[in-house]
Each structure stands twice: as structure tokens, then as C-alpha cells.
């Protein structure tokens, strides 16, 4: 069940993103395409100083050609490793969701980045159903597993 629809048109997203992530108590995982927002980035690496268990994964290619990805995540204590598509190196891992303590998870066509939030029409799925986030939950622990710190790739 969708608990929640929100639109970039109505709504900062980022900002929604947010509320939920300061709430969170326990664990993020997040598999994300894109990452250029500072907010959001600083509000991964406050949860992480919080004490929470905080892991993310990123494209490589979007992360190796995106300066500002780099600058954003460099110093910072954000757990997080690379991975590419199912093709290898030139395919994407473009997924766009974060679960939130095992029980939520944000998705839908949302990137991390500025652009998201200040110029596209963009949208983001709050889901709180089992039988949904369990799968999101499995396909984020293959793809960690699969993936690689930077400069292991």
C-alpha cells in the first residue's frame, strides 16, 4: 500500500526526504542513481553521526563523472560503495530509493540532486507495506554485496 504521492509541482521533495531521514532510527540503505544535494547529503552523514547504521550505493559512472557527487561525499563519513547495470562497465545501476528502518521505503523517479528539486517534474512513492519493502530490502542487500568501496572497482 502507497501511503503517501508527492510531486515535485506541489511539494520539495527534498525537504519530505528530510522530515522522514531525522525520524529515522535505526538504518538507511539507499540505492541511488544521482547525488548532488548537499541537504540531503548532510542529512545521510547526521544520521550516521547519530549513530544509526547508514549505507549507500551509487552508479559509478554518476559518481566518477559527477564532481560534485564526489566533493559533496569526500571527508564525509557516509558509508557507501559503486556499482554499475547488469551489462557491466557500461551499463547503470539506476535506482532511485532508500529504505528506511526495514519498514519504508521512498521511491519513484527522484534523484538526490538539485535538479530534481528545483527544475523537473519529478515524483516520489512513500510505501509502508511489508510485502513491498521486502523485496526493496533484498535488492539492496545484492547490490551491496556486489558493489565496491571507491578504488576497488
Same mark, same amino acid.
Given at each position: 500500500?502507497?501511503?503517501?504521492?508527492?510531486? %515535485? !509541482? $506541489?511539494?520539495?521533495?527534498?525537504?519530505? *526526504?528530510?522530515? &522522514? /531521514?531525522?525520524?529515522?532510527? +535505526?538504518?538507511?540503505?539507499?540505492?541511488?542513481?544521482?547525488?548532488?544535494?548537499?541537504?540531503?547529503?548532510?542529512?545521510?552523514?547526521?544520521?550516521?553521526?547519530?549513530?544509526?547504521?547508514?549505507?549507500?550505493?551509487?552508479?559509478?559512472?554518476?559518481?566518477?563523472?559527477?564532481?560534485? %557527487? !564526489? $566533493?559533496?561525499?569526500?571527508?564525509?563519513? *557516509?558509508?557507501? &560503495? /559503486?556499482?554499475?547495470?547488469? +551489462?557491466?562497465?557500461?551499463?547503470?545501476?539506476?535506482?532511485?530509493?532508500?529504505?528506511?528502518?526495514?519498514?519504508?521505503?521512498?521511491?519513484?523517479?527522484?534523484?538526490?540532486?538539485?535538479?530534481?528539486?528545483?527544475?523537473?517534474?519529478?515524483?516520489?512513492?512513500?510505501?509502508?507495506?511489508?510485502?513491498?519493502?521486502?523485496?526493496?530490502?533484498?535488492?539492496?542487500?545484492? /547490490?551491496?554485496?556486489?558493489?565496491?568501496?571507491?578504488?576497488?572497482?
Amino acid at each position: 500500500m502507497i501511503d503517501e504521492i508527492l510531486f %515535485t !509541482r $506541489a511539494v520539495s521533495v527534498a525537504e519530505a *526526504i528530510e522530515r &522522514r /531521514l531525522q525520524a529515522t532510527t +535505526k538504518s538507511i540503505d539507499a540505492a541511488l542513481y544521482r547525488l548532488n544535494s548537499l541537504r540531503l547529503a548532510q542529512a545521510l552523514e547526521n544520521a550516521v553521526l547519530h549513530g544509526m547504521s547508514v549505507r549507500l550505493v551509487l552508479d559509478h559512472h554518476k559518481y566518477m563523472g559527477t564532481f560534485a %557527487t !564526489r $566533493a559533496i561525499l569526500a571527508g564525509r563519513r *557516509i558509508p557507501f &560503495r /559503486l556499482s554499475r547495470g547488469r +551489462k557491466g562497465q557500461w551499463s547503470k545501476m539506476h535506482h532511485k530509493f532508500v529504505i528506511l528502518d526495514g519498514e519504508t521505503v521512498l521511491t519513484g523517479s527522484y534523484n538526490w540532486t538539485i535538479e530534481s528539486e528545483e527544475q523537473n517534474y519529478e515524483n516520489m512513492f512513500v510505501i509502508r507495506d511489508p510485502s513491498v519493502v521486502l523485496p526493496y530490502a533484498q535488492e539492496f542487500e545484492e /547490490l551491496w554485496a556486489a558493489s565496491a568501496p571507491v578504488g576497488e572497482q
